[in-house]
């Protein structure tokens, strides 16, 4: 069973240049966080055995201009980051999968997710992990998630 978490849980923290964003009922939440700063990095700290992260690929013209496709890296602990090209198309994709982690060592972990590209919307909407069976806590923000397998 995994636990999904909203880009705006106090489980993340952002460096660099984020406004928020969202879209009622069709974003996690009615929330996304966003940057269009290359070197922009979102933390997402988590106990667990696998984390996916989750998005908005917006169309590739905004305002009558190519911004391109987002292109962005996901780091678990020490392991060598990955990089994600979002596919580039004229409507907007919700939910999408940027990055799945290999199985993890249950423990602490540190996801680190790194804007790359200058002019592109990089859209992060929410994260899902998966904790090691048991008895697991997680504050959020409206409160306790509270799960047992």
Not at 15 to 40: K, R
């Amino acid at each position: 069973m995994s636990i999904t978490i909203d880009d705006r849980d106090f489980s993340f923290t952002y460096e660099g240049s984020w406004f928020l964003g969202g879209s009622p009922q069709v974003e996690y939440d009615n929330t996304t966080t966003g940057t269009t700063t290359a070197g922009s990095i979102a933390l997402f700290s988590f106990t667990g055995v696998s984390v996916s992260v989750f998005g908005t690929v917006g169309p590739i013209n905004y305002a009558g201009q190519d911004v391109g496709a987002p292109v962005s890296s996901y780091q678990v602990d020490d392991q060598p980051a990955v990089t994600f090209k979002a596919p580039a198309q004229e409507g907007t994709l919700y939910h999408y999968n940027f990055f799945t982690s290999p199985t993890l060592g249950n423990g602490p972990h540190q996801l680190k997710i790194t804007n790359l590209n200058q002019s592109s919307y990089l859209w992060l909407d929410y994260v899902q992990y998966t904790p090691l069976s048991g008895k697991i806590f997680h504050i959020m923000k409206y409160g306790i998630s509270y799960l047992e397998s």
